[in-house]
């Protein structure tokens, strides 16, 4: 083969290549504001089932979030425009993991006061 038909064939997997490549990165974007849409707009303490008769509470803190948040932070690193919102997030991960963590010792002391109540 000579170099004009190789330049066009490496032509063509390079248009495909970096057509997968947005491909993958717009379902990402897409996937990343649902996440975000999904769990921000969640209560952060939920019922999860009856304890005797007095509901038993958990953090709503999902491990979806904490994940879509070290994507945001790797996706900018390697150059790609991440949503607004999602950077700003994930720039806050550490407060939302001290609040979260917060609230779970609160609920543990609730849980305890209550079971020694009865």
């Known amino acids: 083969e000579s170099w004009p038909d190789v330049k066009v064939k490496l032509d063509k997997v390079l248009k495909k290549m970096e ?3 947005v491909g993958k ?21 939920k019922r999860e089932d ?3 008769g007095v509901g038993k509470f958990i953090v709503n803190f999902t491990s979806d979030l904490s994940d879509t948040f070290a994507e945001v932070i790797n996706m900018e690193k390697i150059g790609f425009k991440v949503p ?9 991960e550490a ?3 001290d609040i979260a963590d917060q609230l779970q010792k609160m609920l543990d002391h609730y849980h305890e006061v209550v079971g020694s109540v009865e």
Request: proline share 0%; hydrophobic share 35%.
């Open 25 to 45: 990165y717009t379902d990402w974007r897409n996937k990343v504001s649902d996440i975000l849409d999904q769990n921000l707009g969640k209560n952060l303490i």
């Open 95 to 97: 407060k939302l993991l």
């Open 84 to 92: 607004e919102v999602a950077k700003n997030m994930s720039m806050q």
């Open 19 to 21: 057509n997968y490549e």
């Open 50 to 52: 009856e304890m005797n």
